[in-house]
């Protein structure tokens, strides 16, 4: 029985990081030129904590979003249609469920390995 809590709070956990990691996917942009803060005496400059966090949510996604291209295509085709990145799911031989619980399996052993702590 303890099992099956610990895999019911693994994958409401799992599902969170998507549900962030869909929303990071969403407002991804790719930043060209300078930084905006410049460099003085071998220093990054300062950085205020929501730049800390943002950082640190955007290196987490990165892995998230790694794990998720690690999928079988029919498993990642759920993923990104379950988080709204994909509008279909064409595989006329695979059930759309199943692939998305397999999916999910499949992430809550991945992204532990990968540093991403559920």
Excluded at 48 to 74: I, K, S
Aim: with cysteine; net charge neutral.
């Amino acid at each position: 029985m303890k099992r099956d809590s610990d895999m019911v709070k693994h994958m409401e956990a799992l599902r969170n990081i998507l549900e962030g990691w869909a929303d990071w996917q969403r407002t991804y942009n790719l930043r060209l030129g300078y930084p905006s803060k410049s460099l003085t005496c071998y220093s990054e400059g300062s950085r205020d904590f929501e730049g800390l966090c943002d950082a640190v949510d955007g290196q987490t996604f990165a892995t998230v979003d790694a794990c998720v291209q690690d999928l079988m295509p029919a498993q990642r085709a759920a993923v990104m249609r379950r988080y709204g990145i994909a509008a279909v799911f064409r595989f006329p031989r695979d059930n759309y469920e199943q692939c998305l619980l397999m999916a999910h399996e499949g992430l809550i052993k991945a992204l532990p390995r990968k540093g991403v702590m559920l």
